[in-house]
């Protein structure tokens, strides 16, 4: 529909776009580095999320549509108990790989011209050779990916009980 003509151009210019490039411009007008930090973590699942989802609905089996209009659905019903369910599965199971590609370009970041955060713990002590913390910089990576990555396989299995 329009709403798609419109959105989806933006969506495939913006989503192979790494969220670290929109770094320094985020440093700079967002009021603080920790919100700076959160704007790049969410431009980095927002735009490949919303894409993913661009790309499911267009890919919808046009029968079961045709099938939703012959039961009479409202639009929201139809977005409801059909769509969403669709599209559901795919685009979560795609927030993983953004997910992580998000917190490593946040990390990036960091190590580019942050005063704080796990980049900027792991590049100031690579910069000072002391190189336990920085493996201990890295294993705290890591593991808050992990666990974010364990979050959203834990609110799949909730979502999606069908798949």
């Known amino acids: 529909g329009p709403l798609r003509d419109v959105w989806a151009p933006i969506a ?36 490949p999320t919303f894409l993913n ?6 890919g919808i089996d046009r029968r079961i549509i045709e099938s939703a209009r012959m039961l009479e659905l409202s639009s929201f019903d ?16 795609g927030l993983n790989g953004q997910l992580t590609a998000s917190i490593m370009m946040l990390t990036f970041a960091e190590m580019l011209g942050a005063k704080s955060g796990m980049g900027y713990y792991i590049i100031n002590y690579t910069n000072f050779a002391n190189y336990v913390n920085v493996i201990a910089g890295i294993i705290v990576v890591g593991v808050v990916v992990t ?17």
């Open 12 to 47: 495939r210019v913006l989503a192979p776009i790494p969220s670290v490039v929109f770094a320094p411009y985020l440093v700079a007008l967002m009021p603080t580095f920790r919100s700076a930090s959160a704007m790049v973590v969410f431009l980095g699942l927002f735009w």
């Open 53 to 58: 989802i661009i790309i499911r609905v267009n």
């Open 78 to 93: 139809m977005v409801r108990h059909v769509i969403l369910p669709y599209i559901a599965p795919g685009v979560i199971n």
């Open 147 to 163: 666990l974010l990555n364990r979050g959203i396989n834990s609110a799949k299995r909730r979502l999606v009980k069908w798949r």
